[in-house]
């Protein structure tokens, strides 16, 4: 089980953007937003609060603790 649960993936295809184009706003890799979403990498508070200002969302809507 990941040990952060998140809705990244929900909230990015709400703004009709694919992967690489919330990476390029948020100034990393489309393979890291793909880790993320997937639950493989468990992102630095500051790529989770770039996310979140990205997607316009509050970082606890987007990110959660699973069970």
Same mark, same amino acid.
């Given at each position: 089980? /990941?040990? $952060?649960? *998140? *809705?990244?993936?929900?909230?990015?295809?709400?703004?009709?953007? +694919?992967?690489?184009?919330?990476?390029?706003?948020?100034? @990393?890799?489309?393979?890291?937003? *793909?880790? @993320?979403? *997937?639950?493989? #990498? @468990? /992102?630095? +508070? @500051?790529?989770? $609060?770039?996310?979140?200002?990205? $997607?316009?969302? /509050?970082?606890?809507? $987007? #990110?959660?603790? /699973?069970?």
């Amino acid at each position: 089980m /990941p040990e $952060l649960g *998140n *809705n990244i993936r929900a909230a990015r295809e709400e703004c009709g953007w +694919t992967q690489a184009e919330l990476a390029a706003r948020v100034g @990393v890799s489309r393979k890291t937003i *793909n880790t @993320v979403e *997937n639950g493989v #990498f @468990v /992102p630095s +508070t @500051v790529i989770a $609060l770039r996310i979140a200002r990205a $997607l316009d969302r /509050p970082v606890e809507a $987007l #990110f959660f603790l /699973p069970g």
